[in-house]
């Protein structure tokens, strides 16, 4: 093994402050525009800044869904009282997809790595830690940092997890991630990627591509493109997925939309009853739904 990949491989490169690993060249990655949007977005993200601000005695201090509520999609269908000894978190915000799976679906682990470009998620996903004691007794690697390259080994994960996050990921920097996420996974590792692909045939996304392409000068750096389930499916081959885990499925979230909910952030009159609405034939599910999600079978 090369120096550069024993580098790569670990967070010997890292500096250890305030409980999050930083890369040394943390000051180039911090003047990108993509990583202040994160920053700016992670101060009041899901209202997570409330825990922060209200007195012990407040309801949310004892009942962590009122942060976000609870995720749902494919964490529904996640096994109950699973334990593993490594978990890698893709973009984890404040925590909000481990805290429901650890105090909701009783998952352990002994290890749990958390990676987010967005320092101010990351300090808050350590207050959420303090206030919740999600995964207790576990070690914690909080890193701050893109994710195309994953400081870990090949073949040091049990189970990688994301919420709602490949979406804001360019593609090329996608496939970068996917193949390191697919070099880090154990043979027979689990994996679940929950809504997190935008479908490039849901109308709502169609309108909404049409309306930002009218103003080449302003568009929004985190709403990137969309895939059909056939694009997912060979995005995950040519990343090896099928070296670590044979089965897998890719498929339409429940959350459907014809309409786009705001458009320049402006919300749209009733088009979120509209979508909330919607009761599509299986034959339109594909073509409605909002996003896709993917995961390894069997997730137990």
Known sequence: MTQLEKSRNSLSDFQLRDG??????????????????????????????????????????????????????????????????????????YGRAPLHLSKDKNLRCEKYYAIDISESLLRRLIKVKQEYDFFPGAEFNIICNSAEILPLEDNSVDLVISNCVFMHIPDAQLRNLLAEIFRILKPGGSFVFNHS?????????IIHNFIRNLNIFSRNPIYLKQYSAKEIAEMLNDAGIKAKCPQYTVEPTTEYAILPETIKGIPLPFAKAFNRNLKPSDAWKETLAYGFSTYSNPLA
């Open 20 to 93: 999050i690993y930083f890369p040394k060249n943390y000051e180039q990655l911090n003047s990108t525009e993509h990583k202040q949007k994160w920053d700016a977005i992670g101060k009041t993200y899901y209202g997570s800044q409330k825990i922060e601000q209200l007195p012990e005695t407040s309801a949310i201090k004892q009942d962590y869904t009122l942060l976000g509520g609870k995720p749902g999609g494919t964490w529904n269908k996640f096994p109950e009282n699973k334990s593993v000894g490594s978990i890698l978190e893709i973009g984890c915000g």
């Open 197 to 205: 692909f935008h479908n490039k045939a849901c109308p709502s996304h």
